[in-house]
């Protein structure tokens, strides 16, 4: 057992979990445990793989069983994000309003949801764009209207966007994250853009919130050379962190934001609301880029399976297996 000390008394273990379907591979584990064990916490981060036909019965039965188990709480990701939802005693403003949850805290008082997606989406952003409300975001297309897009939209409307434009092959998707934006925010003007939307040669900035460009969906989603010359370009897909579309928008010499802040920021904000302590954001961000590094210079690169070393991987049906010891 690792337990960690303070003033000689052994630390209770720290637990945490991330819920999803095909997560074994995920470097958030990792994320997680070097910066809690670096906060001084005995931190276990466990991974709950479970199917994405598991059902509501399960699923309420595998968040009571880790609740009682002891877990401070768990990320939830792909496709529980909006599932969790029904099964919590209440959610934050900020979930709330955005409908999805990316992280579960347990506490006496009973289940909370947050969503860490979107501050993690706007810390990256402001990051990297200057940081002035407004500055450069008055204007925005986004393409995808997923979970992913949910976030980011709420994010960018929150930071000051007057027009946003959502674009999504799949018109209803898009029409129904317009159609919550547009409640949400009743100030700025949210719409469904179309493949010809005057945004996509106007817009200050572009927004891609979809799957392509993943190592298991790649390709372009869009060409970065048809925007407006100083648009930036912001990725959320970080694993590779160099999809065609950064590359591309960088080689015509853009301003892009590569998807590993929004991963970043997203275990920042989540370990401080799991722990009440505050983590060192420059330091998760250097240990990302090298877990990314690491994976991309792995054979199989980014797709490589598994879980990354000294994670547990719990799962396959909706069943729960105690974590490794050590
Ligand atoms: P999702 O399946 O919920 O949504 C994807 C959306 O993209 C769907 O609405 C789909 O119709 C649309 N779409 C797919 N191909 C398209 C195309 N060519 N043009 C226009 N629309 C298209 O997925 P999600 O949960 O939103 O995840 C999307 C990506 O975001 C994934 O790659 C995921 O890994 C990434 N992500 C990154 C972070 C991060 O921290 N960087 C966080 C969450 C998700």
Request: proline share 6%; aromatic share 4%.
């Amino acid at each position: 057992m690792s337990a960690s000390t303070a003033g000689g008394r052994a630390l209770p273990p720290f637990r945490v979990a991330l819920l999803g379907e095909g997560v074994g591979a995920s470097l958030t584990p990792a994320m997680h445990e070097r910066e809690g064990r670096l906060l001084g916490l005995d931190y276990r981060y466990d991974v709950v793989d479970v199917p994405g036909a598991t059902s509501d019965a399960d699923l309420a039965r595998l968040l009571d069983d880790l609740r009682h188990r002891g877990y401070r709480g768990l990320n939830v990701t792909h496709p529980f994000k909006q599932r969790v939802i029904g099964h919590l005693d209440r959610l934050d403003d900020d979930a709330a309003r955005l409908g999805a949850v990316n992280l579960v805290r347990f506490t006496a008082a009973g289940t909370t949801g947050h969503n860490t997606d979107w501050t993690g989406f706007r810390s990256s952003l402001r990051s990297a764009l200057g940081g002035e409300p407004g500055a450069g975001l008055d204007s925005v297309l986004q393409v995808g209207a997923g979970g992913a897009g949910a976030a980011t939209a709420y994010a960018l409307l929150g930071l000051g966007t007057r027009t946003l434009g959502v674009h999504d092959v799949d018109d209803e998707r898009a029409r129904a994250l317009v159609d919550r934006c547009a409640a949400l925010f009743p100030g700025a003007a949210v719409r469904v853009a179309s493949a010809d939307d005057a945004l996509w040669t106007s817009a200050d900035g572009v927004v891609h919130a979809t799957p392509v460009g993943m190592e298991h969906h790649p390709g372009l989603p869009f060409d970065p050379e048809r925007l407006r010359g100083g648009a930036w370009v912001a990725e959320v897909v970080y694993r590779p962190v160099l999809t065609e579309l950064v590359v591309r928008a960088r080689a015509s010499g853009r301003r892009v934001v590569d998807g590993s802040g929004m991963a970043a920021g997203q275990a920042v904000d989540s370990l401080r609301l799991l722990t009440g302590r505050e983590p060192d954001a420059a330091r998760v961000m250097a240990h990302l880029v090298e877990l990314l590094a690491g994976e991309a210079a792995a054979p199989g690169g980014a797709a490589r399976p598994g879980p990354p070393p000294g994670s547990r991987l719990l799962g396959g049906s909706p069943r729960f297996l105690g974590p490794a010891t050590g």
